[in-house]
């Protein structure tokens, strides 16, 4: 007569257990892998700077139309922004000196209010993200064009994001 083993496999106890403990780690685990803010805080970095060189070229592309403006320099005649802000322009385009107020670079686009002027000076004006955990080193920066001929550079820094 045969005889028959005891069954081999899991109990339904160690299963349910087996689920319990694989639940408890997705729950935890899970959202430390899938860190959605910092990739939606880099995308609004990359979105503001495309707008921004939009702007910059748009301003370039207005004085290179209005007499007097493309040349070296501060241009002898002010072109007006898309916001109805009449300025001079540096080197052909929008400056990055929130000092010379009509002519910078804010004029030209519309900027979130998710966005504070952190930092500007008559070389760049960096406008910084500010819900990031590290705001200053999540930022967007517009460096003027340093020479005639040269274009305006838009520079992302993400690391703070």
Not at 66 to 83: I, K, L
Not at 101 to 108: E, L
Not at 143 to 158: F, H
Request: aromatic letters at 10%; proline letters at 5%; charged letters at 15%.
């Amino acid at each position: 007569m045969k005889t028959f083993d005891k069954s081999r496999g899991f109990t339904l106890i160690e299963l349910v257990m087996v689920i319990v403990i694989l639940g408890v780690l997705a729950a935890v685990a899970l959202p430390k892998f899938l860190d959605f803010g910092t990739d939606a805080r880099v995308a609004v970095l990359k979105q503001t700077a495309g707008a921004m060189t939009t702007a910059a070229n748009f301003g370039g592309a207005r004085c290179q139309m209005t007499p007097g403006c493309a040349n070296s320099g501060w241009s002898n005649n002010p072109v007006q922004s898309p916001d109805g802000t009449s300025g001079d322009m540096y080197n052909g385009f929008p400056t990055a000196n929130a000092d010379a107020a009509d002519s910078h670079i804010s004029h030209w686009f519309s900027i979130s209010d998710d966005f504070v002027l952190s930092s500007s000076n008559i070389e760049y004006s960096d406008f910084s993200l500010k819900g990031a955990p590290e705001p200053s080193a999540c930022a967007v920066r517009y460096q003027y064009a340093a020479n005639y001929g040269e274009v305006p550079v838009v520079t992302i820094t993400s690391s703070g994001c």
